[in-house]
Structure formats: structure tokens, C-alpha cells
């Protein structure tokens, strides 16, 4: 039975009040859905508390029992609502029973339900809280509860999902345990959410038979780690359970009964849980502005549901507010709300927007068709409501401040994706913005009508302006016309009054002919095609040139052609002028189309004179494969099979070739040969491919060979021996396994490679050789598909964006595993000539609760540091890596323990990586640091060396804790000084402090006019000043002790015995995806800097772009080499040149003898012919006396 006393809320008024509690943020003593408003004059009436949160409730139908459509409850029915909330993702349900009644409602005499709360029902937990109602009506008496219960997903749970540093470190773990599992990549937090909510749904669905999957699931492990050990104590949490070697799903039982289900079941968390997990996910996607994996899932209103359980669907809502705003009364008849209408948009024009959309939804309330004819007059006479200006800002997502210039932008984005009719929408929508603001030009855009110049710039969109040049025009009218056939006339039209504007003879000719045919673009119309402003004169060559190599990959197009060939006309690009002598300058390599990485290597190398010799006297180096058929010991923690061996020992012989001619070349350039390009790119098993494609044409054409005979032996094949246990194979600093090849289920290596059944070649003998000189010339032989197939893969690689690291880390691992070893180490690594001019030796030293354990020795080929995220230098950045830190890349660290770098030896030729792609915080995708890393002419390493002593060792550790205080400091100063409006932190508060004491002259003003002043409160501008003061001084203080850690920092090393000098840079303009490679070498004998880019060597005149670039055009540096000061001369020798003369070319004589006394077959004679001059070195003898093709038997490949 209800209670007698006490207010109520309808059904209506509680749902509103029910969509605007947020339980999480109601003051206990004014409880927005439980209490009752006081009469007015005796207390503040109810509001919802401030920050609450506009929920966006969903439906969890899976939870529900949701009453019939059109029905009404009967004696006893019970149904339930269960909902989440989008944006604070708080759980709620709605609970209504109808006890045996005469007349439930709603009924004649009770059209809504009359709720008065009902305390005895209430409950309050922990993590769950119910509020309970009952029906006024003595005829009904329905009982309701709506309870509330606290987000499934914790704050940490989150983070351990969606922080990008723990992503990383997990990919870096995986990496690490997994070196050779191709496909890895790093998580990005949306892909953990999503994941992990796929495999709660198929724990959810019981008709779903497989309930376990393996737990080295390579996209489980990229989310939640090695084995998902990281994410193991919440997954434990969720029900899964690790058995070796998978991971079982939760096996969640049904609830006999959801209207009793308290949300305390296994099965119930999950769904909870998952549907957090939809809404985090959407909430990811839209702030990152990327794809949503369950956007086809939507997120439907729950509010017409609970509408429906409470019977308050259909009920009328107030409409007064639109009376009074038009003056009028809402008994008024139609004629009156006319007259009212009328009088009030004349009086006051400026609102009359408003006036519409009251007269709008009054006519839309009354459904009178004399108030409707109305509204339909008005509207043709173009006049918009503000709802529908509201509606059309939404269309077209676009803001009131937007300027037209903005809104046609975004307009024409819109429209290009868009079907029929959002199209028509979106020109309507634009049509009465334009109406709304009196711009002509958004309504003949909508209109789409052209008069003007700016009216055809405006119809093509996309930015389009006077300075937009005449091709990209014409790439606009080409999407234009492809998106709808309709717009070509349109496009006629618009490219006609712009070509008659301009004068231009490529638009005219496109007009004509579709083309812009034979129509020569001349010098300043191809330098603002590139972008660029000025004249020629002005713009360094080396950047045209690098972007006119840019455009023919990036922005094909005929066009790009025309403005290509106008600048090199003009400039003379690419002649042939010398600026320097052969004898003293280094000489450039050209690029095989996007090889700028490897030419920026190569040259690297040759610079290096140990290296250079290395490989110029590679003979002496190597291992003699008829002596020994096997190595014991490792390079790069890879065992070596002999077909690597003999690869490598190939991949030298062609940096040699290449090297001499570096040398002996007369030309400032040389082009590296298409064999040492690919061979770049061919995995140990791809040479032995090239080996079976060897053997199959010696057995085509006998006894010959070629050089690759000798360096790849086509009996080779064991792949057991190359072939190396997890264990066994670790991953280098520079990853290798950017450079393999081969699918993930290792398909790229199943090619039918069976050469040892083909029939052994036959010895020579005389009378085969007797019986081939009457015999015609051999066929042209026909390439070995499998051969093809080989180099196609290593073409492809090398034109595609390399590391240059990368690449670095391969070619000299391909060097080393043909050499002979002069011994190994305690890990079993081979020790060569390569392997002392580069060896890295550090030790890891952890340290748990101040105390310090046993160091782990590694040994490495280069320095590896960080990604820059802000500006930095070269001693911070190695201090980053050195510091005693927490391990970053080992995910099963245990917690509490630090560790400390400290280098035991250092190599004359000191190498240091500086990777430069990180992933976006936001998106997840990844993208590319361009900060400035400031270079030291002369580097100190003492300070982290081992052999400095103790008392370095206490000054890195003083350091350590200087640093962390620093970067609080500055993290704080950020916070403090963070902008807005170009105010700081202080700044702001001072400034609104200073407005806030106008208000008592501006109140006095609004006063004298009968307005009411503003209620302020007194003591907040005082509270704002002093605010703004403590914040100054706090700044203070910290920026003079930043100073004073600075100073201190700076100050406090004085070791100077290991100095190094920057003797290389390798440099990369671009982004993460693309870009160019070039180089910078010091040649420490004439005393000046080189910058190598592909086929240009050039002196470097302003060395800041070198020691600290800032500009696109400087790039960003991502790999520096330094040598030892006192060796500096004998380790960088870039000038190697001894250019050989060209021979002076002798006229050929006439063979006329020869000639004579042959006769054909068909008895005629040859004598009379007229004689020919032939060169003899391209006369070629048959049969077997002769090596044809000597130089090399890879088919040609156009690069």
C-alpha cells in the first residue's frame, strides 16, 4: 500500500530527473533524483550538481526484461531496464512490479504514474546504491527501484591497457623473447580494448565451442604481453585461466532469473565490463580522430526504452516558453499567434530566426493547416529558423564562428564522400547558412552558379585559390567529375571563367582537348608548382633537386612532367660541369631510383679507411671455404651455414668492384652496380636460390661459370646449419627482420628448389669440343623463374622507405659472416677486424633497495638512444640511456629494481642510432620526432666509462639525482607556464582578477537601466590575486632552480681523457613513411665538411645545419658517428681517389678478307658485300673455349 504523506514526481518528471543525476557527483544533502524541489521562497531549488555528467545511457539488452510494445502491464508483470552510461560509463537499473491492482496506469482517471519515494526500499553498498518509488494511485500501486552501480573498469585497469609506454614495452618484450616471428608490431590502445573485448564476447556466447586459445597468439601478446603475463592479474580477475600452453575463457553461467540478477554474477561483469569497453573504444576513436572497430555496433539512446517501462511515452511537453516569446498566450487561436509572429519579427528583425522556430513548433504542436501554410510561406520566402541554422552547422560540423571560408572547406570534404542525397542535404544546409549570414558566395556555391573568378574557385573548393597553380585545378576537377558524372559541366564552366581570368594557356588547352597538351610550362609556373615563391636564382639546387625527385614518386602526373623539365632546362640540372678536380674530390653515387639510404652507407663506409681496406683486401680476410665447411662461432647471435658464408664473401666482392671504381673512376660519379643493390636485400636463403638458378644454366650451357660460382657453392644446403633455435637467435640493436623476407608461415622460402636432381654435367672432352664448331649459337637462355622471383622480392625491398640502421646492422653482419674468425667470445661471437673497430662493450648494473647486483655484461655495435620528444643535445640524450632508470624494455622486471649503464670499452669508430619514429600518444599510428639533437664537436666519454674510477662513478650518481629533480622542475614550469590566449598560468589569473573588480561599475550601469547586476562573490578576486602572486613567485623559484641544477650539471665533470670528434652524420628529411638519406663526412686532412647526397659531393658551408639542425631542409639527424681524437686522421680518409685516364678511342678498319671466301650454306657468296667495320671485343667464340658473359650473369633489372 503507498504511503499517505509526502510529495511525488510523475513519470515524466522523474525519467528527466533520472537523466540528469549523476550518482557519482550528488552532495548527500541535496539529492537531485530522490528529493523533492522546496516550495518556492523557502530554499534553492534543486539543480543537478555542477560537472555532472550528460549521460548518453545504452540499453544492455542481454540484462533487461523490457515490456511488450503496445501493452499494458496486467496483474503481477515485472520488467527491467539495464543501462550504461557512454561518458561516465556508471551502470543503472530501472525496476518496476505491479502488484495485484484494480486499474494499473495508466488509465482515464490516472493518465501517468505518480511516484512518492518509499525509503524502506533503499540500499546502499559499497559499489551499489537503490533508490525506491511507489505509485500514488490506489489502483495501482506500482513498486519502482532504479539502482546504481560503479564503473567495472578501474582507473589502473585502464591504464594497464592503454598506456602507450607499457604498449611499447611490452612489443619490445615480445620482441625480444620472439626475435625471429615475423608480423610483430606494437598494440595501439584501441587495439587492446578491442582485443580484449572479442574475447569476452566469445566467453559470453555459449554456442561459441572453442574456449581456449594459445597464448603466444601473436596479437595477444602485442597487447598484454609475453605469454600475457603483464595483463595476467586482470585477465585472472575476468575469469580467464593460463594453462600451459593456452589461455582458457571464463565460463560464466547464465542467471536462472534476470530480474532478480543483483550484478554480482561472473557473467553479469562481463557484459558490464565489455560494454565499458565499447565505450572507451568510441571514445578513443573520436578524440583520435581513427577508425572504430564496433562503429557498426552504434550506441542507441536507452531513453525511449525506460520511456516505455515507466508508461510515460506519448506524455505532452510544455510549449509555453515559444507562446511568450512571441508575446501571445497559448489559448490564443491561430490567427492571433499569426498577428504575433508578425508584429514581433517586425519590431525586432535580429531575433527573428527565434521568432520562426517558435512559430514552427507551435504549428508543429497544433497541427492547424492555417499555421502550417504559414511556416511554408515563410520558408519559401528564405527565411531560416534558428533550429534549422542549429541543424545545418551540425550537417555540415561547422560552428557559428567558423569564418565562409572555413564552412566551404569543410563543406566541400563532406560532399566529397557523400551519396545523392547528403549531398542535396549538405547543399541545403550550406544554402541557409548562407541565407542566415547574407554571404552570396555560400549560397551560389550552394546554388552552385558561377559568375565570378571567386565563384568558380569557391564551386571547386579544397582550398582553392588565386595562387592555387593551373594543375592542381585541374586534379580538383578530376575528383570533382569522378565523384558524380553531373559536375562535368559544371567543371567546363568553372576552369572556363578561371583560364579566361588567368590567361592560361594550359587551362585553354584542357578545355579544348581534355589535355593540357603541348603547352611548355616556363620556370616561374614550375617553381609554384613545387611550392615554392621567388626565382630560381634563389632556391639552393641540392633542394630542387631533391624535390623534383620527390614529385616523380609522390605526385606523378603530366603536370609534374612539364614542371620537371622547365627547371631542368633552366637550371641545366643535371649536367655534367665539374666543380671540382677528380684527383681531390670524393665522387658521388647514383641512386637507383629511392636508394638514397644505401648511398649514404656506402659512402659512410668508404670514408672509414680501416673499413674501406677491409674490403678492398677482402681476400686476405676471408674464410677459406675449401679448407674449412663449417664456423663455430656466431655473428649477431646467428649461427652461420656455408651458403651465408659464401653469400657474404659474394656481397664483398661487390662493394670491392664498387669501391675501385670509386677509386679509379675519372667521372664525379659512379653507379653502384644493380647486383649490390639487390644482394643488399637477399636473405641467406635467397642466395641460395640464386645459386640453383646458377646451376641450372651451367647445366644449359657446360662447363662455363661466372663469379657467382665461385662465391655460392649450388651443393650448399644445409639449412639445418643456418637455421637457429629461438635460443639461439637474438635481436641486435637495429632490428635485422626489417630486412627478411618470407611470409609469416615461412611460405616465401617453400620454392621448388630441386637442382640436385638434374643430371651431373659431363667432363669435357675434345671431340664435343670438335663436333660444336659446325654447331650454331646457343638459344637465348630462358631466366629461371625461381631466380626472377628472388630478385623481384630484393627490387621491391630496396625501392621501397628503408632504416638506414636497419640496413647498416645487415651489411656488415653479411661482411663479417664471410670472414675468417681470430677467435670468439665467452657468449661464442666471432672477434674480427670489423668487430674491434666497432665493439661496444657495457654492462647493466641493477640495483634493488640501494643495493647493487651483479653487473650483465653486452656487447653491442653502436650506441642506441632514445626517441627525442623536445630539443636536447647529445650528452643529455646518452645521460637518458646511462642514468640508473627502471628497465624499459624488460616486461617481466621485477618491480622496485633500477638499473645503470656504464661502458667498459669503447671502439675507435663509435656509432650511436638515434631512431626518430615513436607512436603518437593519441592516434597510436606511428609518426616522426623532429626534434633537434644538439652535436658536440668534441665528445667526452669518461664520465660514463668504467675505467674512470670510483670517483666518476659517485659524481653519475650525484647527477642522477640532480636530473630527476631537474625534469620535475620543468614539468612543473611547463604546467605553470602553459598558455591560453597567450597569457600564462599567472598571467590568466592576474587578468581575470582585474575583470572581475569592473563588476561593480558595470553593475552599477545594468542597474540604472532596470537590468539586475551580476552576484559576484566578494572575496574572489582577492582570492584570484593572491592566486596570481603565489603563482609568480612559485615560477620564480623554479626557474632560478633550474639555473642552479643547470650550472651544477655542467659543472661537474672535468674528465677529459677520452675525447672523440664528429666525424659522420647520416641525415633524414621526411616523414615516417617516406623521405631521403644524405650524409655528412668530415675529412679531418684538408679540414672541412662534405655533404653526400647520391650523385652530389658537396662542400658544407654552414656547418649549424651539421652540429644543430633545426629546418626541413636541415632534416634530422638519426645516426652520428664520432671517432677517437687521436686517431682521427688515420680513421676518416674520404678523399681515396687515383681517376684513371679514358683511353683516346682508335678508329675500327674495315675486316674486308674476312669477308670473301665465305659462302653460305645455299651455295651464294658473301663476296661484294660491302664491308663492315667491327669492333673485335664484341665478336664472341662459340662452343667452350671462351667465357661468354663473364662479368655477370643477372638479368637485367630496370631499376
Not at 524 to 531: D, I, S, Y
Not at 696 to 706: I, K
Not at 740 to 757: H, L
Not at 1087 to 1099: A, G, H, P
Request: proline residues 6%; hydrophobic residues 35%.
Amino acid at each position: 500500500m503507498p504511503s499517505i504523506g509526502g510529495p511525488g514526481k510523475t513519470a515524466p518528471k522523474l525519467l528527466h530527473d533520472f537523466l540528469q543525476f549523476d550518482p557519482l557527483r550528488s552532495p548527500p544533502n541535496a539529492n537531485y533524483l530522490a528529493d523533492v524541489t522546496p516550495p518556492v521562497g523557502e530554499g534553492q531549488p534543486l539543480q543537478p550538481a555542477q560537472n555532472s555528467c550528460k549521460h548518453e545511457y545504452t540499453p544492455k539488452w542481454s540484462q533487461s526484461v523490457a515490456p511488450p510494445i503496445d501493452s499494458r502491464p496486467q496483474d503481477g508483470a515485472e520488467y527491467k531496464i539495464a543501462v550504461v552510461c557512454k561518458k561516465c560509463r556508471v551502470h543503472a537499473d530501472i525496476h518496476i512490479y505491479y502488484p495485484p491492482a484494480v486499474n494499473p496506469c495508466p488509465n482515464e482517471d490516472y493518465p501517468l504514474h505518480h511516484f512518492r519515494r518509499h525509503e524502506l526500499g533503499d540500499e546502499v553498498g559499497h559499489t551499489r546504491i537503490v533508490y525506491a518509488w511507489q505509485c500514488t494511485a490506489f489502483q495501482c500501486a506500482a513498486q519502482l527501484r532504479i539502482s546504481f552501480r560503479r564503473p567495472r573498469l578501474e582507473p589502473a585497469d585502464i591504464a594497464l591497457l592503454t598506456d602507450t609506454d607499457r604498449l611499447r614495452r611490452r612489443y619490445e618484450a615480445v620482441v625480444e623473447d620472439e626475435p625471429e616471428r615475423e608480423g610483430l608490431r606494437q598494440a595501439t590502445p584501441i587495439e587492446a580494448l578491442s582485443r580484449l573485448r572479442r574475447y569476452i564476447k566469445d566467453a559470453l556466447n555459449t554456442e561459441h565451442t572453442r574456449r581456449s586459445f594459445p597464448a603466444n597468439n601473436k596479437r595477444f601478446i602485442e597487447a598484454y604481453g609475453v605469454r600475457g603475463q603483464e595483463c595476467a592479474d586482470l585477465l585472472n580477475k575476468l575469469g580467464f585461466n593460463y594453462e600451459h600452453p593456452d589461455w582458457k575463457l571464463p565460463q560464466p553461467p547464465v542467471p536462472d532469473d534476470r530480474l532478480r540478477a543483483s550484478g554480482d554474477s561472473l557473467r553479469e561483469y562481463l557484459e558490464d565490463f565489455q560494454m565499458e569497453l565499447l565505450a572507451l573504444v568510441s571514445r578513443l576513436a573520436a578524440d583520435a580522430n581513427s577508425v572504430n572497430p564496433f562503429a557498426a555496433e552504434g550506441w542507441s539512446s536507452a531513453e525511449r526504452d525506460i520511456e516505455r517501462l515507466l508508461a510515460a511515452q506519448g506524455s505532452p511537453t510544455d510549449k509555453r516558453s515559444y507562446f511568450a516569446s512571441l508575446g501571445a498566450l497559448p489559448d490564443f487561436a491561430d490567427s492571433l499567434v499569426e498577428f504575433a509572429y508578425d508584429r514581433q519579427s517586425l519590431c525586432h528583425p535580429e531575433q527573428r530566426p527565434y521568432y520562426f522556430e517558435s512559430l514552427q513548433v507551435i504549428a508543429e504542436n497544433r497541427n492547424t493547416e492555417q499555421l502550417q501554410v504559414k511556416v511554408a510561406t515563410l520558408a519559401s520566402e528564405d527565411i531560416v529558423s534558428r533550429r534549422d541554422l542549429s541543424a545545418a552547422y551540425r550537417n555540415l560540423q561547422v560552428t557559428a564562428s567558423d569564418d565562409d571560408e572555413r564552412v566551404l572547406n569543410l563543406y566541400h570534404v563532406l560532399i566529397s564522400d557523400a551519396g545523392p542525397s547528403q549531398q542535396d542535404d549538405a547543399r541545403q544546409a550550406l544554402y541557409k547558412i548562407g541565407l542566415a549570414r547574407g554571404s552570396q558566395r555560400l549560397i551560389k556555391a550552394a546554388q552552385q552558379t558561377m559568375d565570378t573568378y571567386e565563384d568558380a574557385l569557391a564551386w571547386l573548393g579544397n582550398g582553392a585559390n588565386k595562387d592555387t597553380a593551373d594543375d592542381m585545378l585541374l586534379s580538383l576537377v578530376a575528383v570533382k567529375t569522378g565523384d558524380s558524372k553531373s559536375n562535368d559541366e559544371l567543371a567546363q564552366k568553372a576552369i572556363s571563367i578561371i583560364a579566361r581570368e588567368r590567361k592560361s594557356e594550359a587551362l585553354n588547352s584542357w578545355l579544348v582537348s581534355g589535355t593540357t597538351g603541348g603547352y611548355e610550362m616556363t620556370p616561374e609556373e614550375a617553381l609554384r608548382h613545387f611550392g615554392f615563391e621567388g626565382k630560381i636564382s634563389d632556391i639552393d639546387r641540392s633542394v630542387l633537386t631533391t624535390t623534383i625527385e620527390f614529385a616523380r614518386q609522390d605526385r606523378p602526373s603530366e603536370q609534374t612532367d612539364k614542371a620537371i623539365a622547365a627547371l631542368q632546362k633552366a637550371m641545366a640540372i643535371g649536367a655534367a660541369a665539374k666543380l671540382y678536380p677528380a684527383e681531390t674530390w670524393p665522387a658521388g653515387l647514383e641512386s637507383h631510383g629511392n636508394t638514397c639510404y644505401l648511398n649514404s652507407l656506402l659512402q659512410y663506409y668508404f670514408s672509414v679507411a680501416p673499413l674501406r681496406n677491409i674490403v678492398l683486401n677482402y681476400d686476405d680476410y676471408k674464410l677459406d671455404t675449401t679448407k674449412y665447411h663449417e664456423k663455430h662461432e656466431r655473428v649477431g647471435y646467428l649461427n652461420i651455414s656455408m651458403v651465408e658464408i659464401k653469400g657474404g664473401q659474394r656481397f664483398a666482392e661487390d662493394m670491392k668492384h664498387l669501391f675501385e671504381r670509386m677509386i679509379k673512376s675519372p667521372s664525379d660519379k659512379v653507379r653502384p652496380e644493380e647486383d649490390l643493390v639487390c644482394r643488399a636485400f637477399l636473405n641467406p636463403k635467397d642466395y641460395a636460390l640464386l645459386a640453383s638458378s646458377v646451376k641450372e644454366e651451367n647445366a644449359a650451357q657446360g662447363p662455363q661459370t661466372n663469379g657467382l660460382e665461385s662465391a655460392v657453392d649450388s651443393d650448399v644446403t644445409d639449412e639445418s646449419k643456418g637455421s637457429a633455435t629461438i635460443e639461439d637467435r637474438h635481436q641486435s640493436d637495429a632490428s635485422s627482420v626489417t630486412l627478411q623476407a618470407g611470409s609469416e608461415n615461412g611460405e616465401g622460402a617453400d620454392v621448388a628448389m630441386k637442382d640436385t636432381d638434374l643430371p651431373p654435367t659431363p667432363p669435357d672432352s675434345g671431340a664435343e669440343d670438335k663436333d660444336n664448331d659446325n654447331k650454331p649459337a646457343l638459344p637465348p637462355r630462358k631466366f629461371s623463374t625461381v631466380r626472377e622471383r628472388a630478385l623481384s622480392a630484393a627490387k621491391e625491398k630496396a625501392t621501397q622507405q628503408q632504416d638506414v640502421s636497419d640496413v647498416h646492422e645487415k651489411i656488415m653482419w653479411r661482411l663479417q659472416a664471410g670472414m675468417t674468425p681470430k677467435g670468439q667470445d665467452e657468449f661464442g661471437e666471432q672477434r674480427d677486424a670489423i668487430r674491434e673497430l666497432f665493439e661496444v662493450v657495457y654492462t647493466d648494473t641493477p640495483v634493488e633497495n640501494g643495493v647493487e647486483g651483479t653487473p650483465k655484461l653486452e656487447i653491442r655495435t653502436s650506441i642506441q638512444l632514445g626517441v627525442p620528444i623536445e630539443d636536447t643535445n647529445l650528452y643529455a640524450m646518452l645521460d637518458a640511456v646511462t642514468d640508473q632508470q627502471p628497465p624499459i624494455a624488460d616486461a617481466a622486471a621485477k618491480k622496485g629494481v633500477e638499473v645503470y649503464k656504464t661502458f667498459r670499452s669503447l671502439p675507435p669508430v663509435l656509432q650511436i642510432n638515434i631512431p626518430r619514429i615513436m607512436q603518437d600518444p593519441i592516434t597510436g599510428a606511428p609518426t616522426k620526432s623532429k626534434a633537434c639533437v644538439k652535436f658536440e664537436d668534441e665528445l667526452y666519454m669518461d664520465r660514463y666509462c668504467e675505467q674512470s674510477g670510483s670517483e666518476v662513478l659517485q659524481k653519475r650518481k650525484a647527477c642522477w639525482g640532480w636530473r630527476k629533480r631537474l625534469h620535475a622542475l620543468k614539468k612543473e614550469q611547463k604546467v605553470l607556464s602553459s598558455c591560453v590566449a597567450d597569457l600564462d598560468g599567472a598571467a590568466a589569473l592576474e587578468e581575470a582578477a582585474k575583470y572581475l573588480n569592473t563588476f561593480p561599475g558595470i553593475n552599477d550601469d545594468l542597474e540604472s537601466m532596470g537590468i539586475d547586476g551580476f552576484d559576484v562573490d566578494r572575496d574572489l578576486q582577492a582570492t584570484l590575486a593572491a592566486d596570481a602572486e603565489a603563482q609568480k613567485s612559485r615560477l620564480s623559484v623554479i626557474e632560478n632552480e633550474i639555473q642552479a641544477l643547470e650550472s651544477q650539471l655542467k659543472d661537474e665533470y672535468n674528465e677529459k681523457d677520452l675525447k672523440y670528434r664528429l666525424a659522420a652524420v647520416m641525415v633524414h628529411r621526411g616523414g615516417s613513411g617516406s623521405g631521403h638519406y644524405f650524409t655528412y663526412i668530415r675529412d679531418f686532412g684538408n679540414d672541412l665538411w662534405r655533404t653526400y647526397n647520391d650523385e652530389k659531393v658537396t662542400q658544407v658551408t654552414n656547418l649549424n645545419e651539421i652540429y644543430e639542425a633545426r629546418t626541413w631542409l636541415d632534416g634530422t639527424p638519426a645516426f652520428a658517428v664520432y671517432v677517437r681524437d687521436d686517431k682521427k686522421s688515420e680513421l676518416i680518409q674520404p678523399v681515396c681517389r687515383a681517376p684513371e685516364k679514358l683511353p683516346t678511342p682508335e678508329p675500327s678498319e674495315p675486316i674486308a678478307s674476312g669477308w670473301d671466301d665465305i659462302t653460305m650454306e645455299n651455295g651464294e657468296s658473301q663476296a661484294g658485300q660491302p664491308t663492315v667495320g667491327i669492333d673485335p671485343k664484341l665478336t664472341m667464340k662459340e662452343g667452350g673455349e671462351e667465357d661468354w658473359d663473364e662479368q655477370r650473369q643477372v638479368p637485367k633489372v630496370n631499376w
